[in-house]
T-cell receptor, first 115, second 111 residues
Framework: GAVVSQHPSWVICKSGTSVKIECRSL??????MFWYRQFPKQSLMLMAT?????????EQGVEKDKFLINHASLTLSTLTVTSAHPEDSSFYIC???????????FGSGTQLSVL | EDKVVQSPLSLVVHEGDTVTLNCSYEVTNFRSLLWYKQEKKAPTFLFMLTSSGIEKKSGRLSSILDKKELFSILNITATQTGDSAVYLCAVAPGNTGKLIFGQGTTLQVKP
């Protein structure tokens, strides 16, 4: 199946700093990528839809100024958690699909711990 | 509001048992239902279902969708310890590509 690479897989940062997470589709072009967040023992919650060449679409309750999404190319989307706080500590995971279908492939995820 | 509900939330069985995981949904403009297995990090794709009554099968795993009653089941026969994972059900509303996930079912298979 298609490969989606996510980096870094694990990051610890101090409160108030910003963290950038990259999501790459390695063997296909993705005009749309999705960013999810997963708290321990909970399911994946969609944060935003990343659209190549245009602004991301955020789900209700997700602060767009805090979670900056950039999708500058057909193979790369980035999520920047700005001024991170301990409550932002979570598992962040991206996904991308081929064509117009919804058979999504997931990155390996990023565990963010904010001290 | 679109929602996906899975049951049970957790399940403990012994190797060789057969398990059935349930997923019910309420979503506008249903397009498809997907099952994923999540062990440690990234969910891995299992099945995508779009039509009622057509069973999809892969080895010991099978799944079927009932669009009238708005649910799907995932069956695992002859379970093995390697089947221990969180099984996620997700529904795609419309053709946006985004998915709405259920809470997941945590399956533990004991030797």
């Amino acid at each position: 199946g298609a490969v989606v690479s996510q980096h870094p897989s694990w990051v610890i940062c101090k409160s108030g700093t910003s963290v950038k997470i990259e999501c790459r589709s390695l063997d296909f072009q993705a005009t749309t990528m999705f960013w999810y967040r997963q708290f321990p023992k909970q399911s994946l919650m969609l944060m935003a839809t990343s659209n190549e060449g245009s602004k991301a679409t955020y789900e209700q309750g997700v602060e767009k100024d805090k979670f900056l999404i950039n999708h500058a190319s057909l193979t790369l989307s980035t999520l920047t958690v700005t001024s991170a706080h301990p409550e932002d500590s979570s598992f962040y995971i991206c996904s991308a699909g081929q064509g117009s279908g919804e058979k999504l492939f997931f990155g390996s995820g990023t565990q963010l711990s904010v001290l | 509001e679109d929602k996906v509900v899975q049951s049970p939330l957790s399940l403990v069985v012994h190797e060789g048992d057969t398990v059935t995981l349930n997923c019910s949904y309420e979503v506008t403009n249903f397009r498809s239902l997907l099952w994923y297995k999540q062990e440690k990090k990234a969910p891995t794709f299992l099945f995508m279902l779009t039509s009622s009554g057509i069973e999809k099968k892969s080895g010991r795993l099978s799944s079927i969708l009932d669009k009238k009653e708005l649910f799907s089941i995932l069956n695992i026969t002859a379970t093995q310890t390697g089947d221990s994972a969180v099984y996620l059900c997700a529904v795609a509303p419309g053709n946006t590509g985004k998915l709405i996930f259920g809470q997941g079912t945590t399956l533990q298979v004991k030797p």
